[in-house]
């Protein structure tokens, strides 16, 4: 018999779960508080027909499963697309990743040898047991590539001192934003693993990318939930989720009652999540769930004449004098993200808290910096950019500080007692996901669900990054990438 099943969020993990429980006949209605755009934190945005993601989201995934699903999907609307970025530091630009050569010479010898000694003294007195991002770090690299290419990056996306960020970070994240690494990799290790090909091929050079933006990917999904009987409410938040009797229901910011769900999917944070539950959890459970903590983000989009300035899809700003984390070139990742080949257009990324002073800057005011950080950095002249447009994106980052773990066991934990509802996705989890992971979690709760037993854990999918940066796409089924995820009853 068909279960009837509450989605929260039509981001990817809500939308996969859709889908694969569409296809396979359940009855499912998809709850998203947007009034207009689904595809969540990868949305594709539009302004006056450019369009643009909240931050550029490359399609890459070690799952094989997830490859096929975005070629279901959206089959030749995925383009191949070169991979091309750069690093902004003390006024000079690396490629990344990086090329040896260009790196040495672009920091200078003398440089350069203070950061092998500094690398050989890391290895010769480790910080033992390292559990804050900054000891991992200068573990691996040393303490002078550590200040030059990670703190400062790194603290402009957490807004927190590297001491105060968790280690674990560093373990899942570090090749994200590496140049240390890629140095490092450079100078120490080409050959140690397999050769140059093998390096070569663990830096990835292309990416598929759908024509107009990952938007197109969720938007083209939903259709295909919606023929094949999915329910999907748009500007309808769920605010209310109620257990009784083994069934559930969903209230809605505009006041409607949906009930009789045999399970409820969720990708809303869970901080906002966990109040939102009757019978209210023990109060352990409730409270970790107000610990948990997000860092927010903005694009300022700047709409310029192209004046062919570069071609990178994205770069990176190591450098502090500039407030800028990320510049996208959003013709890079495809033309069709453009209406006019004249122009270009590039989102600058800023991390911040909601509510400070970044965040509630005027639009107009976000512009000008925008506008005043590009003319410094030497990428565009202020007599170039034609238009603005600005995207504030709340809790686009779920924060692994030192508490964060033992928050989420703890909210786990408290969730025991109320069989059938699922958290999923990324801040569903409070996992540093990737599209990739969101989705494999939403497919492993829609497997359960399908058979009608728990085969899958869905805590056991990881979110470890490096399958970005390294290893090759599609190259392991879903079983394999996430290790252990094998079934619970044969383990
Ligand atoms: C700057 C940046 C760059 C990124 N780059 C990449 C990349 O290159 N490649 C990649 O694969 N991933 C990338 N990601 C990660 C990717 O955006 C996420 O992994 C993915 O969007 C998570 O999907 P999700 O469905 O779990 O959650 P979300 O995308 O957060 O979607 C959740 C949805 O739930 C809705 N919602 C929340 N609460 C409620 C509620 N109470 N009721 C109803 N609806 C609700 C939201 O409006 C949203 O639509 C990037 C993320 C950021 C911030």
């Not at 569409?22 to 450019?50: M, W």
């Not at 091309?84 to 090329?99: A, E, G, H, T």
């Not at 703890?410 to 992971?437: C, T």
Request: net charge neutral; aromatic share 12%; glycine share 8%.
């Amino acid at each position: 018999m068909a279960k009837k099943v509450a989605i929260i969020g039509a981001g990817p993990a809500g939308l996969t779960a859709a889908y694969l429980l569409g296809k396979a006949q359940q009855e499912v209605v998809v709850f998203e508080k947007d009034p207009q755009y689904v595809g969540g934190i990868s949305r594709t945005e539009t302004y006056k027909g450019y369009a643009f993601d909240i931050g550029g989201h490359r399609f890459f995934s070690k799952s094989k499963e997830v490859e096929d699903f975005w070629t279901e999907i959206l089959g030749d609307e995925m383009l191949e697309r070169p991979r091309s970025s750069r690093i902004y530091y003390n006024k000079k630009f690396f490629s990344y990743p990086l090329v040896a050569m260009e790196a040495l010479q672009k920091l200078g010898i003398i440089e350069s040898g203070l950061c092998v000694l500094s690398y050989l003294q890391a290895k010769m007195f480790p910080v033992k047991n390292p559990t804050n991002f900054e000891d991992w770090v200068t573990n691996q690299f040393g303490k002078r590539l550590f200040n030059i290419f990670f703190r400062t990056y790194t603290e402009k996306v957490w807004g927190i001192p590297c001491k105060e960020i968790s280690a674990d970070w560093a373990a899942q994240r570090i090749k994200g934003l590496s140049l240390s690494s890629a140095i490092w990799n450079a100078l120490f290790k080409p050959k140690a693993s397999g050769g140059k090909d093998k390096v070569i091929k663990t830096l990835i050079d292309s990416f598929r990318y759908p024509k107009r933006g990952p938007g197109l990917m969720w938007e083209t999904c939903r259709d295909k939930c919606i023929a094949m009987g999915v329910q999907v409410e748009m500007n309808c938040g769920a605010k209310g989720v109620h257990q009784e009797a083994g069934k559930w229901s969903i209230t809605t910011t505009d006041g409607r009652t949906f009930e009789g769900f045999d399970h409820v999917l969720s990708s809303a944070p869970i901080r906002e999540l966990i109040p939102s539950i009757q019978p209210q959890l023990e109060a352990s459970g409730y409270q970790a769930a107000q610990k948990l903590g997000y860092r927010d983000f903005l694009t300022v989009v700047l709409i310029c004449k192209d004046e062919d300035a570069f071609d990178d899809n994205w770069i990176y700003i190591h450098d502090p004098s500039v407030k800028v984390g990320r510049i996208q070139n959003f013709k890079s990742w495809s033309p069709y993200m453009v209406p006019d080949p004249a122009m270009a257009c590039y989102g600058l990324e800023y991390f911040c808290f909601e509510g400070d002073g970044l965040w509630t800057s005027k639009d107009e005011d976000l512009i000008a910096l925008a506008t005043k950080e590009m003319v410094q950095i030497g990428l565009t002249k202020a007599s170039a950019v034609v238009d603005g447009y600005v995207v504030r994106q709340p809790k686009a980052y779920p924060v692994y500080d030192h508490t964060y773990k033992e928050n989420v066991e703890a909210i786990r934990e408290a969730l025991k007692p109320y069989p059938g509802i699922y958290l999923m996705g990324r801040n569903g989890m409070h996992k540093y996901n990737n599209q990739d992971h969101s989705m494999m979690t939403a497919m492993l709760a829609a497997k359960n669900i399908i058979a009608g037993e728990e085969l899958y854990d869905v805590w056991n999918v990881n979110e470890d990054a490096e399958y970005h940066e390294g290893g090759l796409r599609g190259e392991e089924d879903t079983q394999k990438v996430v290790g252990r995820l094998v079934p619970k009853r044969v383990q």
